[in-house]
């Protein structure tokens, strides 16, 4: 059975940072593209940062140069590292591993950026 479960979301101040992992069981996820996407209150689920089986990464563009996603093959976890943090952050995330046909979810982690 494969899981994906997320942790590090939490309360923040404007300006601050958070570190998002995922924790991956059931599948190796070094052989799979790594996303996180997050979904905001009365928004769609949008791709944040993604990481490729060889390493490359790509970033949505209100993200650019404030985040950035790695991944640790020996603990099979991805991470996301959120700096310069915004109110407009603030969402429900997501980890995702995508495969050909395979497509699985973590059950999202809350990350509020307020004052």
């Known amino acids: 059975q494969v899981q994906l479960v997320e942790s590090g979301g939490g309360l923040v101040q404007p300006g601050g940072s958070l570190r998002l992992s995922c924790a991956a069981s059931?599948?190796?996820?070094?052989?799979?593209?790594m996303g996180w996407y997050r979904q905001g209150p009365g928004k769609q689920r949008e791709l944040v940062a993604r990481?490729?089986?060889?390493?490359?990464?790509n970033y949505a563009n209100s993200v650019k140069g404030r985040f950035t996603i790695s991944r640790d093959n020996a603990k099979n976890t991805v991470y996301l590292q959120m700096n310069s943090l915004k109110p407009e952050d603030t969402a429900v995330y997501y980890c995702?591993?995508?495969?050909?046909?395979?497509?699985?979810w973590g059950q999202g982690t809350q990350v509020t950026v307020s004052s």
């Open positions: 059931g599948i190796i996820l070094s052989n799979y593209a």
């Open positions: 990481i490729i089986s060889d390493g490359n990464t």
């Open positions: 995702n591993a995508a495969k050909f046909l395979y497509d699985y």
